[in-house]
């Protein structure tokens, strides 16, 4: 069965500094993964995946995350935080043999402070 | 034009009620969910329909019911509530398994049981 760990509960950055959120993850196959955000009283947004090819994918507002399959990780990345990321962030993953069930993990909220 | 809408947006009701939560997406997807949330930010997933077939149902109570009367609707029902359902239910929708664009969610329904 997969399953998906972030590892921390918050990560504290300053703006304009670099962030890194973690994720890892366990599946029986090839994964599917993703990173969703999630701001107080919205549902979930659609960050960026990775399926195949390059290691490290770009999605919005200025995110990339780097898949690494010897550590089975995912983490979300940006080169300098804003004032405005600060929010939940959601690792997932699905089997790629794995019909529609996507597993999200337990959320990590980030604090980008001025 | 709101993408994934649920309704109400606030329920709160006593124990033992039944209540329905409404789900609709007008984004033409044909593959839609069921998410809970609880008071800790977890997400659960419970029901997926893909094109009005149910293809995910979790072990969540019997108590719970999903309808999807059409690709652009999934409806959860919720019999004799408990205070244990207090959370807030996500509904989301993607095309096909949501591979290349992820899911689209909707603000959620905050459901209170007291």
Redesign the interface.
């Not at chain 2, 800790?40 to 997933?45: E, S």
């Given at each position: 069965a997969q399953s998906v760990a972030q590892p921390e509960d918050q990560v504290n950055v300053a703006e304009g500094n670099p962030l890194t959120v973690k994720c890892t993850y366990s599946v029986s196959g090839n994964p599917?993964l993703?990173w969703?955000v999630?701001y107080p009283?919205?549902?979930?947004?659609?960050l960026l995946?990775y399926?195949t090819g390059d290691n490290l994918v770009k999605g919005s507002y200025g995110f990339e995350a780097e898949f690494n399959k010897s550590q089975t990780s995912f983490h979300l990345k940006k080169p300098s935080a804003l004032v405005s990321d600060s929010a939940?962030y959601?690792c997932a993953v699905?089997e790629a043999a794995g019909?529609?069930?996507?597993?999200?993990g337990?959320?990590t909220r980030l604090f980008v402070k001025a | 034009d709101t993408a994934?809408s649920q309704t109400p947006k606030y329920l709160v009701t006593q124990m033992g009620n039944d209540k329905s939560i409404k789900c609709e997406q007008n984004l033409g997807h044909d593959?839609m969910y069921w998410?809970k949330q609880d008071s800790?930010?977890?997400?659960?997933?419970m029901f997926?329909y893909?094109n009005k077939e149910l293809?995910?149902n979790e072990t969540v109570p019997n108590r719970f019911s999903p309808k999807s009367p059409d690709k652009a609707h999934l409806n959860l029902h919720i019999n004799s509530l408990e205070l244990g359902d207090s959370a807030v239910y996500?509904c989301?929708s993607s095309q096909d398994?949501?591979?290349?664009?992820?899911?689209?969610?909707?603000?959620?329904t905050r459901l209170t049981v007291v």
């Open positions: 599917y993703f969703y999630q009283n919205r549902g979930l947004q659609f995946k399926i939940l959601f699905r019909g529609f069930k996507t597993i999200f337990a959320g | 994934v593959t998410y800790k930010k977890f997400l659960k997933i997926s893909n293809i995910i996500f989301a398994s949501g591979l290349n664009y992820g899911y689209t969610f909707g603000s959620g």
